[in-house]
């Protein structure tokens, strides 16, 4: 222990048979001008600036981060689809695509009714020409039977007589 | 007169902001930073111009200096990022010199050459201890303060350099 403390002091006394130069006049003046005219420049760091700059490169950042991933999710999605994004939001056009769709024929004549009168306009005017048509039948200008009770003269509006009774 | 004393005029200068500060400053801790950046850098020449960048970074900073709890801490801590971004940009390992030798005769300056080459052979935390330590004839307490950890830390990266260093002298000490 004491041989390497001897040792150890040997070591020391060895090192300062060195030095280390101290900093040039040169030195000072090149660094004390360089800093006197940064102190001149430059308007100094305020804290609270700081913390306004860090939270709105923050916000920037956060919602830059949520839009790519809402991109990259998109991408992705529409990358499992045959035929891209369109396909992936379409929906299916037949019945038997839902799988988890009642499959009563009551329901999807329904359906099938439902989206074809209201996508198909030839459908529509036909259906109008039928209510047109059947209003006609039922025009009183045509000689009614006068016995004929008035219920059956339209199976469309309410008669008048009904009301009167 | 003590440390924290010696801080006052400093943080005065600063809070009024005064560029007066800036010799302040200067000779306060001209000599450590530029002991601290060589055993950091192995280079003369390199440790001035990080000096330079440096004290530039300390000026801009200097609202945070007058408030910063420790004076020594913080300009260290300034000096450790501008010397390892120094560091990442160039590469350069220790090659340079920077140690000069006490007496002018041969003999002498061959010696400071081997202990100049033995002393980049340390990690570089120990390096900086025993320079601060050797060159600066700064406390354990004082280096502790400077380098933001305990004394007993610095004690011993100090002891373990110094150990480090008999082992690779042997030959020349012989």
Known sequence: ?165 | MNRQSADDPIRAALQRDDPAAVVLLWDRYAGDLLAFLQAVLCSKHDAEDVLQTVFVRIVRKRRYLADAQSLDGYVFQIARNEATSFMKLRRRRCSSQWLEAVETDARTEEWAEELQAALARLPQEQREIVILKIYRDKTFQEIGEMLDMSPNTVASRYRYGIEKLRVILKDAMQ
């Open chain 1, 1 to 165: 222990m004491n041989e390497t403390s001897r040792d150890n002091s040997e070591i020391e006394r060895l090192l300062r048979r060195a030095k280390l130069p101290e900093p040039s006049a040169k030195l000072k003046e090149r660094v004390t001008s360089a800093a006197r005219k940064a102190w001149d420049q430059a308007v100094p760091d305020v804290p609270w600036q700081i913390a306004i700059r860090r939270l709105a490169m923050s916000a920037a950042a956060a919602v830059l981060m949520v839009s790519v991933a809402d991109y990259c999710a998109d991408r992705v999605l529409a990358g499992r689809q045959p035929h891209g994004l369109a396909a992936a939001i379409e929906e299916p056009r037949d019945l038997g695509d839902w799988p988890e769709m009642p499959y009563s024929p009551l329901v999807r004549h329904l359906a099938m009714t439902n989206k074809s009168s209201a996508r198909n306009l030839a459908t529509l005017l036909e259906y109008v020409a039928k209510i047109r048509q059947i209003l006609d039948e039922s025009d009183p200008g045509e000689a009614p039977d006068a016995g004929a009770p008035v219920e059956y003269k339209s199976r469309l509006l309410p008669t008048r007589l009904s009301f009167c009774s």
